[in-house]
């Protein structure tokens, strides 16, 4: 019996050794740096081109003559298409001769009437018929001009659905003109981050067509009216578009940066999460003990410690999981270990 218990006693303390090394876990430890963290706003917008429109037929007419190919620039004032105009035409010069006819005849009768052979009431009433056919032709020449479709802006035209001789409508589309030199990049966001964004703000913007060309704006105006249904807010960028790569109507998803400053960082991996709250463990000695902090943003796989622990103090970043309680005796693994022991 003796011999059986001394053995046990053996065995216990074995057991007890065992389990006061396990007391002891093995973790990674890492400083407490400074970094500069930016606070972001995530859109998704629209690009619209910086000027459009479409042409269309003012009246029903025949077409004479376009003046463009697919997809040409274009400049501003040049003949986009020409519409029949023969009969508007033979008006203006029948507006024009009667309008001829009538100033002859006013400037007679003021001859007359400065030898006292006409009266006033005729001069007048000729001045009214001289008047009248100069309006005339003035809506003949605005009826042809009608007829003559021109660019109001420099741009590029879109495919052309239509050819020379086709009789339109009034309205019928004849083209499209884009101005794309630059864009107008719409997206919305929500009013609980409107204090932090105004204009002038450099945005950055990303297309699928290009994932790996990032596209640099500035915000140029914030619509004054919000959504009442999603309580949101316009914004309206404005991109440069040199090189053409950006298409109206192109999706993109935007990042404005709002807010940037320097603050304590810790890796990810050393923040433990409890409820809504959030703890490291700061290394002291050989052991760890555990310190509530207050986190901010998450960036580049590092955590913004905003209160709770100061750069240059040591965390736990591997083996976080292997502690528990408010302090733990550990062991310092890899090349931090090595670093403090030299020391």
């Given amino acids: ?21 396990r007391e002891a876990p093995l973790v990674t430890v890492a400083t ?16 619209v ?21 697919d997809g040409e620039f274009i400049q501003k004032g040049q003949v986009v298409a020409v519409l029949a105009n023969s009969q508007e035409n033979a008006q203006l010069a029948e507006a024009g001769a009667r309008e001829r006819e009538a100033n002859q005849q006013l400037a007679r ?11 006033n009431s005729a001069v007048d009433a000729q001045t009214a018929l001289s008047a009248q056919a100069r309006a005339q032709a003035a809506q ?9 479709i021109r660019a109001p802006f420099s741009g590029w035209v879109s495919l052309r659905n239509i050819s020379a001789g086709a009789v339109v409508t009034a309205g019928t589309e004849i083209a499209m003109i884009s101005d794309v030199s630059r864009i107008k990049l719409d997206f919305a966001v929500p009013e609980t981050v409107l204090s932090r964004v105004a204009p002038g703000q450099v945005i950055f913007a ?26 949101a807010v316009t914004i309206r960028a404005i991109l440069p578009n040199g090189d053409r790569r950006l298409k109206p109507g192109m999706l993109l998803t935007v990042t404005i940066e709002s807010q940037a400053r320097e603050s304590a960082a810790v890796p990810e991996l050393a ?25 901010g943003i998450r960036q580049d796989g590092m955590v913004e410690i905003l209160s ?4 240059g103090q040591r965390v736990v970043t591997e083996g976080v999981v292997k502690l528990g309680g408010p302090s733990q005796k550990v062991r310092l693994g890899g090349g931090e270990n090595n670093r403090h022991k030299g020391k």
């Fill in 49 to 69: 081109a910086n000027e459009q429109v479409t042409l269309a037929a003012p009246v029903t007419e025949r077409i004479v003559r376009l003046n463009f190919d």
């Fill in 109 to 119: 009768l003021n001859a007359l009437k400065a030898r006292g052979f006409a009266t």
């Fill in 140 to 148: 003949a020449r605005a009826t042809i001009s009608d007829r003559v």
């Fill in 1 to 21: 019996m003796l011999a059986l218990t001394a053995l046990l006693g053996g065995c216990g303390q074995q057991a007890n050794g065992a389990a006061n090394k």
């Fill in 271 to 295: 923040v433990v999460g409890e409820g809504n709250d959030s703890y490291v463990y700061i290394l002291e000695g050989d052991t760890a003990k555990r310190v509530k902090v207050t986190t």
């Fill in 308 to 311: 709770g622990i100061q750069p």
């Fill in 32 to 47: 407490v740096s400074t970094q500069r963290f930016v606070e972001k706003i995530d859109a998704v917008g629209t690009a």
């Fill in 206 to 231: 990303k297309a699928a067509a290009w994932p790996d060309q990032p596209f640099h704006g500035v915000i140029a105006t914030i619509d004054p009216v919000l959504n009442p249904q999603t309580r």
